[in-house]
């Protein structure tokens, strides 16, 4: 393992080392950019909160070389069957299920190169933290707490306290990220506000032990089960070895507290099974949907839940911090090494805000039906009357549900549209937004995937900088004019043709740029004279690092803020995109 003690000093300060930190620190320690992690807790119980990696979070893992290590973390092995069960009661009637939710079919598809994964976020997070801590310049501290930041034109100073001593040190690097969640005391520091509505909902999460219970409960292997009775409707499910189960009652009043003994009685009620069940852990977390109104000051940005939080319906909070940190950490490199402008910082929020917006509309709609409003006078009976209940029930659960569990559109069919650096051959092709995914090589969109002859998956053939995707052998003097403006920059790029007649039919154009994060930059025959100037942000206007409010507070509270929260603002699509809704 690398020595610690040899790290060159950080050029990226990174707060927090929850998944956005962790996968930041791998973004950067993988182009060899040296950076500090500090962590004020242990990050250590049992609260599993993400459970669903997904698709686009495990193809980074991929790339960083380390989704096989996550496949072997997985505590019921990779290919265990990603089904959601609604019923009455664990120990009741079936009412309907749907098979392979979020991605977690492990049969081969062509849309990508790795399937979803049911793991809890703390067996991911050790991933994470073991790759991260074994990259060269990578430093990951825990029991420091960044307690106050300045910044000039020439970089940031941090104030580091240590949690056990009290102990405070300066460190200085040229940029500072807060990645240091809901709470963000860094979000506070540069001023920012949440804008948004808080406490859509009050829920209660308690992890037990409960030997026995996956085989005492008739319906098969599971994920998550709705539970949907009227005496205490409620989601539980499977998490870890060890017979460790999470349940969350829904429709519980904002205030009410639980002893340990009335979630045991709450949890045996619920499936109707009584066993020897354990409560582990108990906590509160308050669903909401917010958005801060503005992601960076100067050299400081925000990443992961210090800029959005949503309700966790669909499983994409942590996955949405982690496409962050790809974001910003390839541009952070490529700034850092002199090949990107600084302005393409700019682009972070100019591309990621109108994704964060289309992902908070999905989870909220998703958080409007829980199984308390799918419960039903009678859904219980052993008569015909309540057989026809439960199939009326499951018949609005397929209306309404699908979307939720079936959103490959959501997680892979993003664009960014609008960006100044991406360089669109037809910017009036609108963005669909569906929960379907339709493949799309339309620059701004991830690089549509494809199994090749050879077995390879074609992004194993995409490097580490950008790509250019050869897919007509004509073009060969427009190959080397890209390859002569890259090597003008000193923008590292590689070039890898096929001639796989169904990659040529996905993209749609002899020529294709791919970006170091996948999505495509631009496609075409005739090479643009400054593409490579374009794409790497030159020739935009200089941000701001210097001038009024640059010079933020020292927050020694630690807390962060948590002001009043103004009311929902309206959806923000970047200028001259159209989008459209088919959810
Ligand atoms: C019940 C529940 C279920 C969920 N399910 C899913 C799911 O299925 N899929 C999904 O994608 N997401 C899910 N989420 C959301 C997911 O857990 C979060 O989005 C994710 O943890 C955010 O990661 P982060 O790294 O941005 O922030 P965090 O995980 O909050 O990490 C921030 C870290 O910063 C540290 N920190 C804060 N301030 C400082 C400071 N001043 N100095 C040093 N360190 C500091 C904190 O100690 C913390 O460790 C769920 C959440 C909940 C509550």
């Not at 977690?104 to 050790?126: F, T």
Request: proline share 7%; with cysteine.
């Amino acid at each position: 393992m690398h020595n610690q003690k040899d790290a060159a000093p950080p050029q990226v300060i990174i707060v927090g080392a929850g998944p956005t930190g962790l996968a930041l620190a791998i973004e950067l320690g993988s182009r060899s950019i040296p950076c500090l992690v500090v962590e004020k807790n242990d990050r250590t119980g049992h609260a599993p909160r993400a459970k669903n990696t997904n698709i686009r979070t495990r193809e980074h893992l991929r790339r960083w070389g380390i989704a096989g290590r996550l496949a072997e973390a997985a505590p019921f092995g990779v290919d265990y069957p990603s089904n959601i069960l609604f019923v009455t009661r664990l120990g009741g009637h079936l009412i309907t299920r749907f098979e392979h939710a979020f991605g977690g079919n492990p049969q081969r598809d062509h849309h990508y190169s790795e399937h979803a994964q049911w793991i809890p976020q703390y067996k991911l997070e050790a991933v994470l933290l073991d790759h991260a801590r074994s990259l060269p310049g990578v430093r990951v501290e825990f029991g420091r707490e960044l307690v106050g930041i300045t910044q000039d034109e020439n970089g940031v100073s941090a104030v580091i306290r240590s949690v056990d001593t009290g102990a405070e040190a300066t460190k200085k690097a040229l940029y500072l990220v807060g990645a240091d969640g809901g709470r963000s005391s860094v979000r506070h520091q540069i001023g920012a506000t949440m804008v948004g509505v808080h406490g859509l909902s009050r829920n209660n999460m308690t992890i037990f032990e409960a030997p026995g219970l996956a085989e005492a409960q008739p319906h098969g292997p599971t994920i998550q089960v709705w539970q949907c009775n009227q005496d205490m409707p409620s989601f539980i499910g499977p998490m870890d070895v060890g017979d460790r189960w999470f349940f969350v009652p829904t429709g519980i009043p904002p205030e009410t507290q639980f002893t340990e003994e009335q979630l045991l009685g709450m949890i045996r009620r619920s499936t109707g099974l009584d066993l020897p069940y354990r409560i582990l852990s108990s906590e509160i977390w308050v669903a909401s949907r917010l958005l801060a109104d503005r992601y960076s000051r100067g050299r400081i940005f925000l990443a992961g839940d210090a800029c959005h939080l949503h309700p966790p319906f669909g499983g994409f909070g942590m996955n949405m911090g982690i496409a962050d940190a790809v974001d910003l950490g390839w541009k952070l490199a490529a700034v850092l090494q002199g090949w990107g402008a600084p302005a393409l910082l700019d682009t972070y929020e100019q591309e990621r805000r109108p994704i964060h917006d289309y992902v908070m509309d999905e989870a909220e709609a998703n958080h409007a039906l829980a199984p308390n409003q799918l419960a039903r006078d009678g859904i219980e009976e052993d008569t015909p009357r309540g057989e026809q209940i439960r199939k009326e029930v499951a018949d609005l659960i397929w209306k309404t549900k699908r979307p939720e569990f079936f959103s490959l559109g959501v997680v892979l069919g993003y664009r960014y549209m609008g960006s100044p650096i991406i360089v669109d051959d037809n910017p009036s092709t609108p963005w669909v937004r569906s929960v379907d995914y339709v493949p799309s090589a339309a620059p701004g969109s991830l690089a549509p995937h494809r199994w090749l002859e050879d077995g390879n998956s074609l992004y194993d053939h995409f490097g580490p900088g950008f790509t250019l995707l050869v897919l007509d052998a004509d073009p060969r003097p427009e190959v080397l004019k890209v390859q002569a403006q890259a090597r003008h920059l000193g923008v590292p790029l590689q070039v890898f043709e096929t001639s796989d007649k169904e990659v040529a039919d996905l993209y749609q154009a002899p020529l294709v740029l791919i970006r170091p994060d996948q999505h495509v930059a631009w496609r075409g025959g005739a090479v643009p004279d400054d593409l490579m100037s374009r794409v790497c942000g030159q020739g935009m206007k200089a941000p701001h690092l210097t001038g009024a409010g640059m010079g933020v507070a020292v927050d020694r509270s630690g807390k962060g803020h948590q002001g009043s929260v103004p009311p929902m603002v309206a959806d923000r699509a970047p200028a001259g995109a159209e989008i459209r809704q088919g959810r």
